[in-house]
Each structure stands twice: as C-alpha cells, then as structure tokens.
C-alpha cells in the first residue's frame, strides 16, 4: 500500500492536524506534504514547523481576491504533490478554482450529524435546540456549502451532565479520531462515489 499524500488547510490551533500527526506515528499511510494556514497567527503553523512540514500562510490581503488565493493554494498544494486536501478548521470556502482542481478530493469535517446543524455554529446549534445526539461528519467539499458526499459519520451523545464546553470537548475528540481513519479508508483505496453520487465504502 503506497503513502497517500495530503496537503491540509487550517486556520487555528492545528488540532485535527496533530491527531492525524500522531496517527501518522502510529502507522496510517499518510504523508503531510503542505500545510497552508489563512491565518499567520494560527497554532497549527508551530505544529507544522515542530513536525518538518513546509507551511505557508495568506494573511486578509491574499484573500481580497478569493479566486487568485485559491489559485495559489492550487500551486502550493499540486508542487507538493498532495493528493488529497483536508481541511482542518479551515475557515475560508473554498472557490471552483480549488475544487476543480481537486475533484472529490478535497475533505471537510463538520462538527454535527449533516445535514443538520450546517454553518459555522454547529455545535452552539445543537446544544441550544436541546438535541439528545449529535456528532461529526467528514465529507467530500463541493460548492454547496456542508452539502458534499458524505464519507463517514460519528453520533456523540449529548449528556444529562454536558455543558456546551464538554460537548464540544467530547465532539473535537470524536473528530481526532475519525479523520485519520478516513484518511486510512482512502490510503487503502477503498473509497468510491457512484453515479448518485453517495460514497461507497469497499
């Protein structure tokens, strides 16, 4: 089984980097070959650097023009020779211009059972509509925003017990868990999208 390589898009702490770090340790078939931030502030360029991974950051003046950001995200990521995109708290939409470029290669996680809960406050979302279960969702990202094939989904139970805090702790540790053993899925080549465009798994 060859090594997938994965360029990642983020923009905070760099959380669901580590953990894919860490798997990667652990022996998932993956390699980071580029990580792209939209924020020079973001922790997850100090992961990055910590882990030998070439990073690169756009600051507000790269995004006044989405399309030509993406672009340069498209060079960076194809010079590396990322296979996969994965965005890892990436909070920029990306544009044609990636997706095309990329085609039912570029990954999203989502913090909720989808299609509920889309948007960027998905767990706030949840919490204050009183849901018993809720959980996260990695999916393929197409231009429908939170509406790409959906590759695998984890419930996370909403406790008696749980503040909005130890939701959202419980849910950040479900999705450190469920991003790697996507990128295992698709290291093993065992994901497909078919005619109706639902995700098979082999």
């Given at each position: 089984?060859?090594?997938?390589?994965?360029?990642?898009?983020?923009?905070?702490?760099?959380?669901?980097?580590?953990?894919?770090?860490?798997?990667?340790?652990?022996?998932?078939?993956?390699?980071?070959?580029?990580?792209?931030?939209?924020?020079?502030?973001?922790?997850?360029?100090?992961?990055?650097?910590?882990?030998?991974?070439?990073?690169?950051?756009?600051?507000?003046?790269?995004?006044?023009?989405?399309?030509a950001?993406?672009?340069?995200?498209?060079d960076?990521?194809?010079?590396?020779?990322?296979?996969?995109?994965?965005?890892?708290?990436?909070?920029?939409?990306?544009?044609?211009?990636?997706?095309?470029?990329?085609?039912?290669?570029?990954?999203?996680?989502?913090?909720?059972?989808?299609?509920?809960?889309?948007?960027?406050?998905?767990?706030?979302?949840?919490?204050?509509?009183?849901?018993?279960?809720t959980?996260?969702?990695?999916?393929?990202?197409?231009?429908?925003?939170?509406?790409?094939?959906?590759?695998?989904?984890?419930?996370?139970?909403v406790?008696?017990?749980?503040?909005?805090?130890?939701?959202?702790?419980?849910?950040?540790?479900?999705?450190?868990?469920?991003?790697?053993?996507?990128?295992?899925?698709?290291?093993?080549?065992?994901?497909?999208?078919?005619?109706?465009?639902?995700?098979?798994i082999?």
């Amino acid at each position: 089984m060859s090594t997938l390589k994965i360029g990642v898009l983020l923009s905070g702490s760099g959380t669901n980097l580590q953990a894919i770090l860490d798997a990667i340790q652990g022996g998932l078939p993956v390699e980071v070959v580029r990580v792209i931030s939209s924020r020079p502030d973001a922790f997850g360029l100090q992961r990055a650097e910590k882990a030998g991974i070439p990073a690169c950051t756009f600051d507000r003046s790269v995004y006044a023009d989405p399309q030509a950001a993406d672009e340069r995200i498209v060079d960076e990521m194809r010079s590396a020779g990322a296979e996969y995109l994965v965005m890892a708290g990436y909070m920029r939409k990306l544009t044609p211009v990636v997706l095309d470029a990329f085609p039912d290669k570029v990954l999203n996680l989502h913090p909720a059972l989808l299609p509920s809960f889309k948007g960027a406050h998905a767990i706030q979302d949840a919490w204050e509509a009183g849901v018993k279960v809720t959980g996260v969702t990695v999916h393929f990202a197409n231009e429908d925003y939170d509406k790409g094939p959906i590759v695998a989904q984890r419930a996370v139970p909403v406790l008696e017990t749980d503040t909005m805090d130890s939701l959202e702790d419980r849910i950040h540790a479900t999705e450190h868990v469920l991003y790697p053993e996507v990128l295992r899925l698709l290291a093993e080549g065992r994901v497909s999208i078919n005619q109706e465009r639902k995700v098979c798994i082999a």
